[in-house]
């Protein structure tokens, strides 16, 4: 019989970087929910849910190693019915990440800023926007430079056409603002256009859905898994206040096999990788730059900035180059802190000094 886990995206690779840990009689397992501390994992046997062991709760405080949805894991399974033991977080091939600010309480560090893994191992990140008031090109430039960072294939979803004469307009404004990534607009309440995320939905490939609230990713998944089982709130109840219909991150399958992971919708996207992302989502402006007078130019004024030209000319939207500005601005202070924050906890000569509170 077939491996149950190559449903869930296992394969040889992964069976190999893997050996050690069987070699230790730890088994694989993905992780389909992440609530606090609280998982849920998918192994060959079922699912089981599960905590961090201790040494990789301390290793975790020290980096990016805290399990995400998506992740492949090595756990400890429990004799019978129980938690089981995380183990160890194996590499990921992608994430999509972002910086958030750590709650929780001044005992668990709150306050200070930290990269969240929204999902791990995706083929896929469908960037969801509505096609109603919602509808903004800056926060898909954001969502795009994030994704390109982590490794994932950006597909943007225009939702609620149903809403919006002008469907096909924005679709092809969307379009031009992201060359080589492809725009469906489509319904998750009528159902139309639906059609076009079959060709991403293969056997084994995983999918986020990520967006603000309230654009529909839920009921996108919703429509693909045939039930109401995500909820759903109904749209007047979704306000400033940060109302969520969706509160966990979590992974579903499909019947036909691919897995979707449904996000709680964010308020804001910062990012948090210093990639190639940036360049990647506004590389138009960056075939401008190579014709600036200056090969540092920024582009805020300088004599001879070939960008600042192709805005003059029509070739280049105003506020497209003001996001890339303020995204750019939003890495370098990234940069700066976390030199800073190195500076900290490694001291002089590379010597770990002792974490504080
Ligand atoms: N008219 C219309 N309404 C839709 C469509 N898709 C979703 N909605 C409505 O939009 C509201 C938000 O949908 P959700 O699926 O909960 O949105 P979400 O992105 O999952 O939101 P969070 O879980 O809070 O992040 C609900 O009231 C849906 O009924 C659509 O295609 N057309
Ligand atoms: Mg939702
Ligand atoms: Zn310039």
């Not at 893997?18 to 230790?24: L, V």
């Not at 389909?32 to 192994?43: F, G, K, N, S, W």
């Not at 791990?120 to 008031?133: H, K, Q």
Request: net charge positive.
């Amino acid at each position: 019989m077939e491996n149950p886990l190559e449903l869930l995206g296992w394969d040889a690779r992964w069976a190999q970087s893997f050996a050690p840990h069987a070699m230790e009689g730890f088994a694989p397992g993905r992780i389909a929910r992440e609530d606090r501390d609280q998982y849920l994992v998918l192994t060959a046997a079922g699912e089981t849910t599960a905590r961090m062991s201790g040494r990789l709760r301390r290793d975790a405080q020290a980096g990016d190693l805290r399990p995400a949805v998506g992740d492949w894991v090595a756990v400890r399974l429990p004799p019978a019915a129980g938690t089981a033991l995380i183990q160890a977080v194996m590499e990921r091939r992608s994430r999509f990440v972002r910086k958030a600010v750590r709650g929780g309480g001044p005992a668990y560090g709150e306050g200070r800023t930290e990269e969240q893994v929204m999902a791990a191992n995706i083929d896929t990140a469908f960037l969801v926007s509505g096609l109603n008031e919602d509808f903004n090109p800056r926060r898909i430039e954001r969502y795009l430079a994030a994704t390109w960072d982590g490794g994932a294939r950006p597909v943007i979803l225009l939702n609620k056409s149903d809403l919006c004469p002008q469907a096909a307009a924005r679709r092809a404004e969307v379009s031009a603002l992201a060359p080589g990534v492809a725009v469906h607009a489509l319904s998750a309440a009528t159902a139309e256009g639906l059609e076009a995320l079959e060709p991403y939905l293969h056997p084994g490939r995983t999918i986020v859905f990520l967006g603000s609230s309230g654009v529909g990713k839920s009921s996108l998944i919703n429509r693909l898994l045939d039930s109401a089982r995500q909820e759903v709130l109904p749209v007047r109840e979704y306000d400033g206040r940060g109302r969520h219909a969706t509160t966990a991150r979590e992974l579903l399958r499909l019947p036909r096999g691919a897995m979707l992971i449904d996000t709680p919708g964010l308020r804001e996207l910062r990012l948090w990788d210093e990639g190639d992302g940036l360049q990647r989502a506004f590389d138009d402006i960056d075939e401008f730059a190579t014709r600036c007078r200056f090969r540092d130019c920024r582009h805020d004024g300088e004599p001879g900035c070939a960008v600042r030209q192709a805005i003059d000319d029509g070739a280049l939207d105003p506020l497209r180059l003001v996001n890339y500005l303020k995204l750019r601005r939003e890495q370098d202070v990234l940069a700066v802190r976390r030199s800073q924050r190195a500076r900290m906890t490694f001291g002089p000569g590379g010597k770990r000094l002792p974490r504080r509170g």
